[in-house]
C-alpha cells in the first residue's frame, strides 16, 4: 500500500511538517545508496523479516520492532535478506524550518 499526500501539513515544535508520502510493503533486494533534500526525512518501522540499513560509516540492523530516521543528506542503502524479506512503514516528508 502506498499513499500519497496532496498538500497536508502539521505543525511541530515550531516547525512545518508536510508527509508526502507513506507506505507499508515488503522490500526485497537492495535500495541503493542515495540521500534526499535537506529538508526531508524518511522514518522507517520494521513491521517484520531482517535486513540492513547502510550508511557511509555505519551498518545497523533491522528486524521487527526497529525505528529508525534517516534524515536529509544522509546517505543511506536498506538491504532486505532474501530468507526473511523486510516489511516496513515509511513516512517520507518535509521539514519547513
Avoid: K
Avoid at 50 to 68: K, M
Amino acid at each position: 500500500m502506498v499513499y500519497e499526500f496532496q498538500d497536508e501539513t502539521f505543525f511541530w515544535e515550531g516547525l512545518t511538517v508536510r508527509p508526502v508520502r507513506v507506505s507499508d510493503e515488503y522490500i526485497r533486494g537492495t535500495i541503493p545508496m542515495h540521500s534526499h533534500s535537506s529538508d526531508s526525512f524518511e522514518l522507517h518501522v520494521i513491521f517484520a523479516g531482517e535486513g540492513l540499513i547502510r550508511t557511509i560509516d555505519a551498518e545497523y540492523p533491522l528486524s521487527a520492532g526497529t525505528v529508525c530516521l534517516t534524515a536529509g543528506n544522509a546517505e543511506h542503502e536498506q538491504v532486505s535478506f532474501p530468507c526473511a524479506p523486510v516489511r516496513e512503514l515509511c513516512i517520507y516528508g518535509t521539514i519547513d524550518h
